[in-house]
């Protein structure tokens, strides 16, 4: 990938739109695609992850979603999401063209432990992650972030806005997420497609500048 396209023009110029600016109906890849990417959304337990592919999603996501009984209840932690009826068993997936060549295929991942044993395969041949953490309780997403760096995926947070969110400096949620300094922090809030897609972009920037940096350490090598 040589450069970030604009969220401005997240499909390409001419296609039929719904109102929310995705294309209705299309399932066919663009003409001009040249670069297919596999993304993974990952996040805790009723972060936002499904509501983001939704509303990115230039194709009819598709979801795996059951309702929660209370069966579930010994082991899904339902602190700070207690009006959640539903979780993802499965898999999110959504794709959105940026820039008519480039096209994300997002995976959406279940946030429960239970479902940890389905990483590997969703993971894999990802070429990056968008990690969405909730303000509210940032120590839910600490195994998630680790689960994402053990398996050396490139990645980017962004903290997914709730009416209720506490709103901390950038200095400190780095500092309780434990960040490098150059991993992207972004907010957004994932019922906005334009700040969803902002978010995206904030990582397939971060993996653009990743990779002509490996590029250049090549050459001079």
Request: hydrophobic residues 40%; aromatic residues 4%.
């Amino acid at each position: 990938m040589a450069s970030a396209p604009s969220s401005s023009e997240p499909v390409p110029a001419g296609s039929r739109t719904d109102d929310r600016g995705v294309r209705a109906g299309e399932l066919h890849l663009p003409a001009a695609a040249r670069e297919l990417v596999k993304i993974v959304v990952v996040g805790p337990f009723g972060v936002g992850k499904t509501t983001l592919i939704d509303s990115v999603s230039e194709i009819r996501p598709l979801h795996t979603e059951e309702h929660l009984t209370q069966a579930s209840t010994a082991v899904d932690d339902l602190d700070g999401v207690r009006d959640k009826k539903t979780t993802t068993v499965a898999i999110d997936f959504g794709r959105i063209t940026l820039g008519g060549e480039t096209v994300l295929y997002l995976f959406g991942t279940p946030g429960q432990e239970r479902f940890r044993a389905l990483w590997a395969d969703i993971a894999y041949g990802a070429l990056g992650a968008l990690v969405l953490v909730d303000s509210r309780r940032l120590d839910a997403s600490f195994d998630v972030l680790g689960l994402v760096e053990e398996s050396g995926l490139t990645y980017a947070v962004a903290v997914n806005t709730f009416p209720d969110s506490r709103h901390y400096p950038e200095e400190q949620l780095r500092e309780s997420l434990d960040l490098a300094p150059d991993t992207p922090l972004v907010e957004c809030d994932a019922r906005d497609r334009n700040s969803s897609v902002d978010a995206l972009l904030a990582l397939v920037e971060h993996l653009i500048d990743l990779n002509a940096r490996a590029v250049a350490g090549e050459v001079r090598s």
